[in-house]
């Protein structure tokens, strides 16, 4: 991801799986906090979260219209949640989600908020689930270290 300017406020919007569609942002919000995984991109720089919501559930009906609800609200970049990473299966639109959002908002994306639990990790890594080297550079920022990754089990 390109340097931030640390004096400029960068305005963040989530997109959660709707599968988790009652998930309460606990662990993204702290990740967020703590600059891990995904939002390890901002450790010097102040971000404002501006948005959160679901993708609207298969095949995503929520992706056309909550990123264009966040541009009103300024965001510059929105994070594809971690649960799509992890689910089981893990999101099969996720990479279209962010090719029609960066095309059509001209928002940039990024895949995944918080570390990948340790439980997913090992059970995704006996699946196969991200054995293809698309995957593999995916979920990169969300593997973290063990110690991190447990502390998000």
Not at 109 to 135: K, N
Request: proline content about 6%; some cysteine; aromatic content about 12%.
């Amino acid at each position: 991801m390109e340097e931030q300017n640390s004096s400029k406020v960068v305005k963040i919007g989530i997109i959660i799986c709707d599968r988790y569609r009652n998930c309460a942002g606990g662990q993204c919000l702290r990740a967020l906090k703590n600059r891990e995984g995904a939002f390890s991109y901002y450790q010097d720089v102040n971000v404002e979260l501006v948005g959160y919501t679901t993708c609207g559930g298969c095949p995503g009906g929520n992706i056309e219209y909550a990123p264009a609800e966040m541009k009103k609200n300024g965001v510059d970049v929105i994070h594809l949640a971690t649960g799509l990473l992890v689910g089981y299966p893990p999101c099969p639109y996720l990479k279209y989600f962010k090719e029609f959002i960066e095309m059509h908002h001209q928002i940039k994306v990024v895949y995944g908020t918080h570390p990948i639990p340790q439980s997913y990790f090992l059970t995704h890594q006996e699946l196969g689930s991200w054995d293809s080297p698309e995957w593999k550079e995916i979920i990169t920022p969300e593997l973290t270290i063990e110690d991190q990754r447990l502390s998000y089990s």
